[in-house]
């Protein structure tokens, strides 16, 4: 019974320890992701500088986060959609994006007939 209870003293103890050293290194938030949404934002604005209006993660099939995706809005009133990989924090993608002009028809739809 004496090797029981240091069984589970150990396993306590062990237990405080792994949570003490991932939540003192910010990996639990997020998903496990290496940067945080915050520290991706700040690298999104620096790549396109604005106001980010619309922010959001992409998580794989564990729910692990993989990307951090960010539409900023830039001086001139352009919108950009910015990629932020979680892993290494690097800029995955940044694209303007086209704004469509709504009075054209789609493509896939056949112009009005002329009588």
Do not use: C, H
Request: hydrophobic share 40%; net charge negative; no cysteine.
């Amino acid at each position: 019974m004496y090797s029981s209870r240091k069984l589970v003293l150990f396993a306590v103890l062990l237990a405080v320890a792994f949570s003490a050293t991932v939540f003192s290194s910010g990996a639990a938030s997020d998903g496990n992701a290496k940067i945080t949404l915050e520290e991706a934002r700040k690298i999104a604005l620096k790549k396109v500088e604005g106001s980010v209006e619309d922010e959001f993660s992409i998580e794989d099939d564990e729910g692990k986060v993989t990307d951090y995706i960010f539409y900023i809005k830039d001086k001139k009133g352009k919108t950009w959609e910015v990629q932020i990989g979680a892993e290494k924090g690097e800029v995955v993608s940044a694209e303007m994006l086209v704004e469509e002009d709504t009075d054209d028809p789609p493509a896939d739809e056949d112009p009005p007939a002329i009588n």
